[in-house]
T-cell receptor, first 115, second 111 residues
Framework: GAGVSQSPSNKVTEKGKDVELRCDPI?????LYWYRQRLGQGLEFLIY????????KSGLPSDRFSAERTGESVSTLTIQRTQQEDSAVYLC?????????????FGPGTRLTVT | GENVEQHPSTLSVQEGDSAVIKCTYSDSASNYFPWYKQELGKGPQLIIDIRSNVGEKKDQRIAVTLNKTAKHFSLHITETQPEDSAVYFCAASRTGNQFYFGTGTSLTVIP
C-alpha cells in the first residue's frame, strides 16, 4: 500500500518568504509527527498530532513555525519569513496510535534550502 | 528533557564482521527505544525496537540490548553485508508521543 508521502521533495526559497510543506500520512494512521533534520545531524522533534489536535507543540523552534492537520489526514507545516537556519530536511511520520506502541512510518522528506 | 547520545558517529567494518552502536539516555522514565536505518535520500525506517521491560531482543542478524540501570542500549549487527551500509539512529521515548533521537552513526561495510 501507499506509504507516507511528502511534497514538494525539494524547495528552494528566498530568505523572508513563506513556505508550506505537505504530508500525506498512511490512511488510517491517527498520529502524525513532524521532524527537522539538519545536515549530518539527528532528528529534531517539531510537533505531534493525535487526530486533528496537537497536544504537543513544544518542539516548534519559533512562532514562525506552525502546523495544522485536517480530516485526520493531510498535514501542512508552514514556515513564515524563512531564515537561512531553517534550511534542513523536514520529515513527516505517521503511526497507528500516538501511544508509541506502534511503528512510525517516515516519508522521504522535503529538502528546504533558504537562500 | 531527555538527552540521547550516540556513539560512534562513524563506523567502518569488513563484510562479515559485527557492528555495535551504543546509545545512552538521561530520562529514567523513558520506556521505548527504537532503532532506525536511513539510506541516502530516504526517510528513516524502523529496524528493531525494545521496551523497558525487556533486556534483549533479536531479529535475525540484528539485536538490541537494554541496560535500564545504566541507561544505555546498543544495536548489534552480525555478519554485516554491504547493504547494511547506512546511517543508523537510536531514539528514546517516554510518552510515546515525543521521540528524542541520537545524532546518528554512519556505518560503512567494506566488501
Amino acid at each position: 500500500g501507499a506509504g507516507v508521502s511528502q511534497s514538494p521533495s525539494n524547495k528552494v526559497t528566498e530568505k523572508g518568504k513563506d513556505v508550506e510543506l505537505r504530508c500525506d500520512p498512511i490512511s488510517g494512521h491517527t498520529a502524525l509527527y513532524w521532524y527537522r533534520q539538519r545536515l549530518g545531524q539527528g532528528l529534531e522533534f517539531l510537533i505531534y498530532f493525535q487526530g486533528n489536535s496537537a497536544p504537543d507543540k513544544s518542539g516548534l523552534p519559533s512562532d514562525r513555525f506552525s502546523a495544522e492537520r485536517t480530516g485526520e489526514s493531510v498535514s501542512t507545516l508552514t514556515i513564515q519569513r524563512t531564515q537561512q537556519e531553517d534550511s534542513a530536511v523536514y520529515l513527516c511520520a505517521s503511526s497507528f496510535s500516538g501511544t508509541g506502541a506502534y511503528e512510525q512510518y517516515f516519508g522521504p522528506g522535503t529538502r528546504l534550502t533558504v537562500t | 528533557g531527555e538527552n540521547v547520545e550516540q556513539h560512534p558517529s562513524t563506523l567502518s567494518v569488513q563484510e562479515g564482521d559485527s557492528a555495535v552502536i551504543k546509545c545512552t539516555y538521561s530520562d529514567s522514565a523513558s520506556n521505548y527505544f527504537p532503532w532506525y536505518k536511513q539510506e541516502l535520500g530516504k526517510g528513516p525506517q524502523l529496524i528493531i525496537d525494545i521496551r523497558s521491560n525487556v533486556g534483549e531482543k533479536k531479529d535475525q542478524r540484528i539485536a538490541v540490548t537494554l541496560n535500564k540501570t545504566a541507561k544505555h542500549f546498543s544495536l548489534h549487527i552480525t555478519e554485516t553485508q554491504p547493504e547494511d551500509s547506512a546511517v543508523y539512529f537510536c531514539a528514546a521515548s517516554r510518552t510515546g508521543n515525543q521521540f528524542y533521537f541520537g545524532t546518528g552513526t554512519s556505518l560503512t561495510v567494506i566488501p
